[in-house]
């Protein structure tokens, strides 16, 4: 962290400086937004997001690139980044569900998820997934059961745990052996997972049809090399079966805060995809990046509500959001940047903790930030790279509604998902 004004490539691709010093993107008035929809406020650039989708397909390649639905989910976003050519990875029945409102027909689809249900299979081959990832041999035995039933047989990939260790926090870790994830390759489960679909049940039941191997190595890579070696790995377990189809996940990371860099889409593209070629793969190669769609196309708006100067301690900031709305900084540690949205280019020499509204000592956005020195009650600032795991990871803690999405872009603005009100706290009780 450092005392100078925040720097604007973490902000949205349309955001903007005007004349008066306050912060607009897509052409809206970041002020007029917060009157408008109130606060806390995610708002996101339509046109970063089509942007980083364009650049993904011309990385990868048409049906290439699955956008990892959990990142950021609504009828809108599953309507945008299919309009823009990318299938959906969805992790259960619920994101399923909310892709099809959008419009996207389930053949878009592509099913994830380690543990799931005998209803969310039964709905994924009902509505006709793409394909299935298939993460246990409980799972196996549950397809082998819906094809004993009459159920039609789906297309199906194998999620392989490769073994590699990603530099990333542990809860966001998922190649290494240790994982709930997968069919782990070095103990030999992998190849017995293949083996069980391709040969089918003692009776005969067959799960599905094999078409390809999955792995995943874990969320907010920033390393390309993990990738590389992921692919290295995956490659030469996958020869000797020759399937058509190789996914190596997604998780490239994004940066978040001043210093910190992170590969493009088109870089990984590069690295992943000479890789394979130079190890001979001839599979069609396919990506599930989510982050790096979505994260780094919106901002999160606050208004602070208390400035608690503790002398020789600490200043808290207190905002009108917190951990409801973006619980990676406790979960992950995640480390963010604040600006006052009406003066952007303001240096930030106070350092300050800021927190959120919740009864809670660990409701914490910034562990320790830096912010303009005459920061007030009732001023506007705002968090950027919020566009992933923010409102997809929202809760009602302390029945606090959860904020109102805004889509922008070309002087527009559209409300995709409506700020929560009380009644919504209570339309589920009985």
Same mark, same amino acid.
């Given at each position: 962290?450092?005392?100078?004004?925040?720097?604007?490539? #973490? &902000?949205? +691709?349309? /955001?903007?400086?005007?004349?008066?010093?306050?912060?607009?993107? =897509? *052409?809206c008035?970041?002020?007029?937004?917060?009157?408008?929809?109130?606060?806390?406020?995610?708002?996101?650039?339509?046109e970063?997001?089509?942007?980083?989708?364009?650049?993904?397909?011309?990385?990868?390649?048409?049906?290439?690139?699955?956008?990892?639905?959990?990142?950021?989910?609504?009828?809108?976003?599953?309507?945008?980044?299919?309009?823009?050519? #990318? &299938?959906? +990875?969805? /992790?259960?029945?619920?994101?399923?569900?909310?892709?099809?409102? =959008? *419009?996207?027909?389930?053949?878009?689809?592509?099913l994830?998820?380690?543990?799931?249900?005998?209803?969310?299979?039964?709905?994924a081959?009902?509505?006709?997934?793409?394909?299935?990832?298939v993460?246990?041999?409980?799972?196996?035995?549950?397809?082998?059961?819906?094809?004993?039933?009459?159920?039609?047989?789906?297309?199906?990939?194998?999620?392989?745990?490769?073994?590699?260790?990603?530099?990333?926090?542990?809860?966001?870790?998922?190649?290494?052996?240790?994982?709930?994830?997968?069919?782990?390759?070095g103990?030999?489960?992998?190849?017995?997972?293949?083996e069980?679909?391709?040969?089918?049940?003692?009776?005969?039941?067959?799960?599905?049809?094999?078409?390809g191997?999955?792995?995943?190595?874990?969320?907010?890579?920033?390393?390309?090399?993990?990738?590389?070696?992921?692919?290295?790995?995956?490659?030469?377990?996958?020869?000797?079966?020759?399937?058509?189809?190789?996914?190596?996940?997604?998780?490239?990371?994004?940066?978040?805060?001043?210093?910190?860099?992170?590969?493009?889409?088109s870089?990984?593209g590069?690295?992943?995809?000479?890789?394979?070629?130079?190890?001979?793969?001839?599979?069609?190669?396919?990506?599930?990046?989510?982050?790096?769609?979505?994260?780094?196309?919106?901002?999160?708006v606050?208004?602070?509500?208390?400035?608690?100067?503790?002398?020789?301690?600490?200043?808290?900031?207190?905002?009108?959001g917190?951990?409801?709305?973006?619980?990676?900084?406790?979960?992950?540690?995640?480390?963010?940047?604040?600006?006052?949205?009406s003066?952007?280019?303001?240096?930030?020499?106070?350092?300050?903790?800021?927190?959120?509204k919740?009864?809670?000592?660990?409701?914490?956005?910034?562990?320790?930030?830096?912010?303009?020195?005459?920061?007030?009650?009732?001023?506007?600032?705002?968090?950027?790279?919020?566009?992933?795991?923010?409102?997809?990871?929202?809760?009602?803690?302390?029945?606090?509604?959860?904020?109102?999405?805004?889509?922008?872009?070309?002087?527009?603005?559209?409300?995709?998902?409506?700020?929560?009100?009380?009644?919504?706290?209570?339309?589920?009780?009985?």
């Amino acid at each position: 962290m450092s005392n100078r004004p925040i720097p604007l490539d #973490l &902000l949205p +691709d349309s /955001a903007k400086v005007e004349a008066d010093g306050s912060l607009s993107i =897509g *052409g809206c008035s970041i002020a007029d937004l917060a009157d408008q929809y109130g606060t806390p406020l995610f708002v996101y650039d339509e046109e970063h997001i089509r942007s980083r989708c364009r650049e993904a397909v011309a990385a990868f390649g048409v049906d290439r690139v699955v956008y990892a639905s959990k990142a950021f989910m609504c009828s809108a976003m599953a309507r945008l980044v299919s309009e823009e050519g #990318l &299938l959906l +990875d969805v /992790a259960s029945g619920g994101e399923l569900y909310v892709a099809m409102h =959008g *419009g996207v027909p389930a053949s878009r689809c592509v099913l994830h998820g380690n543990n799931k249900s005998i209803d969310e299979l039964e709905m994924a081959i009902t509505k006709g997934v793409r394909h299935i990832v298939v993460d246990s041999f409980d799972e196996i035995e549950r397809l082998e059961d819906l094809s004993r039933r009459g159920f039609a047989a789906p297309k199906l990939m194998i999620r392989v745990t490769p073994g590699v260790h990603a530099h990333t926090h542990d809860f966001i870790a998922t190649g290494q052996d240790d994982s709930k994830f997968g069919f782990n390759l070095g103990n030999g489960d992998a190849v017995k997972a293949i083996e069980r679909i391709t040969q089918g049940a003692s009776d005969g039941a067959k799960a599905g049809e094999l078409i390809g191997l999955h792995c995943h190595i874990g969320s907010n890579v920033l390393a390309v090399n993990s990738f590389a070696k992921a692919a290295e790995i995956m490659a030469e377990f996958s020869k000797p079966y020759a399937l058509p189809e190789l996914t190596l996940g997604g998780g490239l990371g994004v940066a978040y805060t001043e210093g910190e860099e992170a590969p493009s889409i088109s870089m990984w593209g590069s690295v992943l995809l000479d890789a394979c070629a130079a190890l001979g793969v001839t599979a069609e190669v396919s990506v599930e990046p989510g982050r790096a769609i979505a994260a780094s196309s919106a901002i999160t708006v606050y208004r602070v509500g208390t400035v608690k100067e503790i002398p020789g301690i600490r200043t808290y900031i207190s905002v009108d959001g917190g951990m409801s709305d973006n619980p990676r900084p406790v979960l992950y540690g995640s480390g963010y940047e604040a600006f006052k949205t009406s003066d952007v280019m303001a240096e930030r020499p106070l350092t300050a903790r800021l927190v959120g509204k919740h009864c809670e000592s660990g409701d914490i956005l910034i562990f320790e930030g830096q912010f303009p020195a005459d920061i007030a009650v009732g001023d506007l600032i705002a968090t950027p790279v919020t566009g992933a795991y923010g409102h997809s990871m929202a809760s009602n803690y302390n029945k606090v509604p959860r904020p109102a999405v805004v889509f922008v872009a070309n002087g527009k603005s559209r409300v995709v998902i409506r700020r929560e009100t009380y009644d919504d706290l209570v339309r589920l009780d009985v």
